[in-house]
């Protein structure tokens, strides 16, 4: 069964909104999540690493302001794009990453976000 | 810095033929190694890992990988693939400190997969 639970799968809003994209871990408690963004045929880029507790870690680039990030308990993280644009478009994919050696990370099934 | 090469955009395949996709890595050290596949529309599915030992890995849906330092190479190969194995396949990279997931992977740009009936 799923490990990672993300929602929405798909938003189509108009410019200026702002959108809130869950990540839910389903079978462990996640110390840390991570959030990608991909392109249109084209490769996963981290955005940000999302640890419980604490703020997120945003990869260079990109902007902290823009993609708000809450990680407020072990099961639960969000991606909030705020003011949201055309080129914000994209697809969101979250991961979770349980702890330990050896554990890989374990992806959401993605949110494909459309800015009219 | 990290970095994955996945050398073919596109490959093509029969149906029942065998597969070869491959994959180099530039780290300056082993890094943990894995191979996902995505559907369309779809989030990534962990097709096999590796991190350490037996050089040659096991996944699931008969998938293996091909572990080869000296090549930094870490190809992955199916023997006889199914039209359902068509998709989109990323091989990805995670630093060998990270324990394996507790960092942001590095992935390479894919390699889509067509099989022809």
């Known amino acids: 069964g799923a490990v990672v639970s993300q929602h929405p799968s798909r938003v189509i809003c108009k410019s200026g909104t702002s959108v809130k994209i869950e990540c839910r871990s389903l079978?462990?408690?996640?110390?840390?999540m991570f959030w990608y963004r991909q392109f249109p045929k084209q490769s996963l880029m981290l955005m940000a690493t999302?640890?419980?507790?604490?703020?997120?870690?945003?990869e260079q680039g990109v902007e902290k302001d823009k993609f708000l990030i809450n990680h407020a308990s072990l099961t639960l993280s969000t991606l909030t794009v705020t003011s949201a644009h055309p080129e914000d478009s994209s697809f969101y994919i979250c991961?979770?990453?349980?702890?330990?050696?050896?554990?890989?990370?374990?992806f959401g099934d993605g949110t494909r976000l459309s800015i009219l | 810095a990290q970095s994955v090469t996945q050398p073919d955009i596109h490959i093509t395949v029969s149906e029942g033929a065998s597969l070869e996709l491959r994959c180099n890595y530039s780290?300056?050290?082993?890094?943990?190694l894995f191979w996902y596949v995505q559907s369309p529309g779809q989030g990534l599915q962990l097709l096999l890992k590796?991190?350490?030992?037996?050089?040659l890995v096991q996944g699931i849906k008969g998938f293996e990988a091909e572990f080869k330092r000296s090549q930094s190479s870490f190809n992955l190969r199916k023997p006889s693939v199914h039209w359902s194995d068509a998709a989109e396949y990323f091989c990805?990279?995670?630093?060998?400190?990270?324990?394996?997931?507790?960092?942001?992977?590095?992935f390479g740009k894919g390699t889509h997969l067509i099989i022809q009936p």
């Open positions: 079978d462990f408690q996640a110390t840390t």
């Open positions: 990805a990279v995670a630093p060998i400190y990270s324990g394996g997931g507790a960092d942001g992977l590095t």
């Open positions: 999302s640890n419980e507790g604490s703020k997120a870690t945003y």
């Open positions: 590796y991190f350490s030992g037996d050089t």
């Open positions: 991961s979770t990453y349980a702890g330990g050696r050896s554990a890989p990370q374990h």
């Open positions: 780290y300056g050290a082993t890094p943990y």
